[in-house]
């Protein structure tokens, strides 16, 4: 996990430790050892040693590939997996094309450590500018037909404030409305934190706890915006607790089969079915 990450949760654990620690006795103890046993833990590098730009789906097909604009966190740049193959960005993509019989187009602006106002601030204003040498190409989002954003695990991790997440949401949710306006969008909520890293266990389940905050703030603002909202938590974690093969080797970002689920759980709100509806030979 890169510095800053540990840093962020590292002062958010302390400040949790101080409160909770004066309720429940040793609580603050624990906190602290789990501190140190996360601090030895080995993560992968920050990025995967490739970019998502592709397109999938049958060759040959009458239409123009579908453009698929994604943006977020770590997840969204491919960490986890040795191939853009087995990307997230590239298994929605799969997905979606398989669903609608058409081509995609995938490109992710997502990288490690992104929180929403980064994608705010930095990956969606990248999008809206040209494209190539000297940005002779139009930019790619006015002209996406899908927009994926997957974001709010850093700010669970790191406890960026309530009010703070819920208003850059809504400007990026608004933002990418107006940048993107003929454009599909749903928004992945904040994925489930326990059962990775097992061996600190106690911080996983409190890093749960808010993000179970920032996930309802999600679907609200996804609600109020108009855009469909993937819950992870609810529909990819019971697929997922029931395999020993989702998680890469740093336990904690998904494999290619954890990218796999979550893929189809987005694919499904997109096509308007919140239950994220499991495939066969998933």
Do not use: C, K
């Amino acid at each position: 996990m890169p510095t800053a990450i540990l840093v962020g949760m590292s002062r958010w654990l302390r400040g949790s430790a101080r409160v909770l620690g004066g309720l429940l006795g040793g609580f603050a103890g624990v906190v602290a050892i789990q501190m140190m046993r996360l601090r030895r833990l080995e993560f992968l590098p920050a990025h995967p040693g490739f970019y998502v730009d592709r397109v999938v789906g049958r060759d040959g097909a009458e239409h123009e590939p579908l453009r698929m604009v994604v943006f977020g966190d770590s997840t969204t740049a491919g960490v986890g997996v040795d191939r853009a193959e087995d990307a997230l960005p590239t298994r929605l993509a799969e997905a979606v094309a398989l669903d609608r019989g058409r081509r995609v187009h995938v490109i992710s602006y997502g990288w490690t450590g992104a929180r929403v106002a980064d994608v705010l601030r930095d990956q969606l204003p990248r999008a809206l500018r040209g494209v190539g040498e000297g940005g002779r190409r139009p930019p790619i989002l006015p002209r996406a037909d899908l927009v994926v954003i997957v974001i709010g695990a850093n700010d669970a991790t790191r406890r960026t404030r309530l009010r703070r997440f819920r208003r850059d949401l809504r400007s990026l949710l608004a933002e990418m409305r107006d940048g993107a306006p003929q454009a599909e969008v749903v928004l992945a909520g904040v994925p489930v934190f326990r059962g990775a890293l097992r061996q600190v266990e106690p911080l996983m389940v409190l890093t749960d706890q808010y993000g179970r905050l920032l996930r309802r703030a999600q679907r609200e603002e996804a609600r109020a915006a108009g855009v469909a909202f993937a819950d992870l938590a609810r529909d990819a974690t019971p697929r997922m607790r029931l395999r020993r093969d989702v998680l890469s080797t740093d336990n904690f970002h998904p494999s290619a089969v954890g990218y796999q689920i979550w893929a189809e759980v987005i694919a499904a709100a997109l096509a308007g079915d919140e239950g994220g509806v499991e495939r066969a030979g998933a």
